[in-house]
């Protein structure tokens, strides 16, 4: 019996019934450019998963091209990210999002690194580059 075949059809069957993203949800989520930089910013983070209202500082500075954004600013990104942003990632499963705690993680693992590898030489995105967050 070939394990490695029926290891790889068990998975297959496992990602069917969990209802794996499609392509088209993931090239979608990361077709813009704040959900671009949340991801990099959760897969360069140190703990396990951030506070929404951290991650909405640090994407909204980054959406002003590093300038200190105002209190309204923080507001309108967290808005986006709770309504908008979050959500679509996590239906196409690159993040969990908990609504009730306010956090969020990276789930992609070496898929998310492999993704922003490839994305990473098409974007003009000096100012998150090196940005550090605590």
């Known amino acids: 019996m070939d ?14 019934s969990e209802g794996a993203p499609t392509p088209e949800a ?10 671009r930089a949340i991801l990099r910013l959760l897969n360069d983070a140190d703990e396990q998963a951030m506070a929404v209202s951290e991650l909405a500082n640090v994407v909204a500075e980054h959406t002003l091209d590093g300038e200190p954004p105002t209190d ?17 990632l996590e239906d196409s499963g690159l993040v969990a999002y908990d609504s009730e705690t306010n956090r969020v993680r990276d789930v992609t693992g070496e898929l998310g690194q492999e993704l922003l590898t490839v994305i990473a030489p098409h974007e003009g995105d000096e100012h998150y580059n090196g940005h550090e967050h605590k």
């Open 3 to 16: 394990h490695t075949t029926s290891d790889a059809s068990s998975t297959s069957k496992t990602l069917e």
């Open 72 to 88: 309204a600013d923080r507001r309108r990104v967290h808005t986006a990210l709770h309504h908008i942003h979050l959500p679509k």
């Open 26 to 35: 993931v090239l979608l989520a990361v077709a813009n450019d704040q959900r």
